[in-house]
């Protein structure tokens, strides 16, 4: 029986509050009970499932365009967030973010999860918080970079990644681009790399990051180091202007069918093959920006990714023709 009035009690004093927007101390007086136990009431309501918000934004995404999207390219999961008024910069950091919630839900016991490299990767690996230990083992797919920036640095984001899940983490001895064809041969026939390219065929999950096409990029000043400039040699540059790439997944290098094309950079490269990824159950890329929109619709055209992380100016332009 004083359950059932307590029950009543706070119902009344929830429609109150809420319903009729009366003060605490005003339902407190009606009621005939302390303040504090009108907070208290309101609160266990809450609690309990009694009192349910939801706030109305006038700026969320329309529901329709996750849905055409998903229709339009056969995707499994596509979460969209909001790049009005965003600098490119940030919007990095917000599909980052975005990113670290989704693997939350994705992550399973046993995964093997292959993290690649990338600006927005680097952002959604800092967004992990700590999670209840899982049972993952976490590997690179791909080579390790000369470049300065941390985004690059793919061991390092691994190794984060592992302790937000306090998994397990393995290392990728070798460099994404090696000299030659030749040198490339050397390194995989180590015992370290061979290790980690069984992973790559085992793996269930993989989080990849989409580039643009070198010949896309643009120097904002003159110190600005381009990633073409400092991985591809002339004629490979060429090639792949001349082949219309689109960009990359994975440094594997595509064209505006999400077709992997036949490459001389492709024969020094250490990394994850598109086909490798194919057999992951999730692949998930995570890219936006409305320079990133070809090289996005080509991996989803080609079938080279089954979810996608990305904001609502992009996915607007991936619905048209």
């Known amino acids: 029986m004083q359950d059932h009035e307590r029950l009543r009690l706070m119902v009344q004093v929830s429609k109150m ?16 009970i302390d303040r504090s136990r009108v907070s208290r009431l309101i609160a266990q309501a809450r609690q309990e499932g009694f009192i349910q918000i939801q706030v109305l934004d006038p700026f969320s ?40 919630n989704f693997l939350l839900n994705v992550l399973k016991e ?4 292959a993290v690649s490299w990338g600006e927005t990767i680097f952002h959604t690996v800092k967004s992990l918080s700590s999670s209840s230990p899982m049972k993952i083992t ?23 990644v592992a302790r937000a899940f306090g998994a397990e983490a393995k290392t990728l001895y070798a460099p994404a681009f090696v000299n030659s064809a030749e040198a490339k041969s050397e390194f995989v026939a180590s015992k370290d790399i061979q290790m980690i390219q069984e992973y790559w065929k085992k793996a269930t999950v ?17 110190s600005d180091l381009l990633f073409g400039e400092f991985y591809l040699k002339p004629d490979e540059l060429e090639e792949i202007k001349a082949k219309q790439v689109v960009g990359d997944i994975n440094t594997r290098f595509i064209n505006c069918d999400g077709e992997e094309q036949d490459l001389i950079v492709h024969s020094r490269t250490i990394s994850m093959t598109l086909e490798e990824l194919r057999h992951c159950r999730k692949v998930i890329g995570v890219a936006g ?24 100016l992009t996915a607007m332009k991936l619905l048209e023709n």
């Open 17 to 32: 509050y809420y319903e009729q927007g009366m003060t605490q101390d005003q339902v407190a007086q009606v009621c005939q």
């Open 61 to 100: 995404i329309d529901s329709n365009l996750t849905q055409k999207l998903k229709t339009k390219y056969d995707l499994e999961d596509i979460v969209i967030c909001d790049s009005i008024g965003v600098t490119e910069r940030e919007l990095k950091k917000v599909i980052g973010m975005y990113a670290a």
């Open 138 to 160: 976490v590997v690179p797919s791909v080579g390790g970079s000369g470049l300065i920036s941390p985004a690059y640095q793919v061991n390092d984001l691994v190794q984060e």
């Open 206 to 222: 993989a989080l990849v990051g989409l580039g643009k096409a070198p010949h896309l990029y643009e120097k904002k000043q003159e």
């Open 289 to 312: 920006g409305l320079g990133k929109v070809e090289v996005i619709r080509g991996a989803l055209l080609g079938k080279q990714i089954n979810a996608l992380i990305t904001d609502n």
């Open 110 to 113: 046993g995964d093997i999860f």
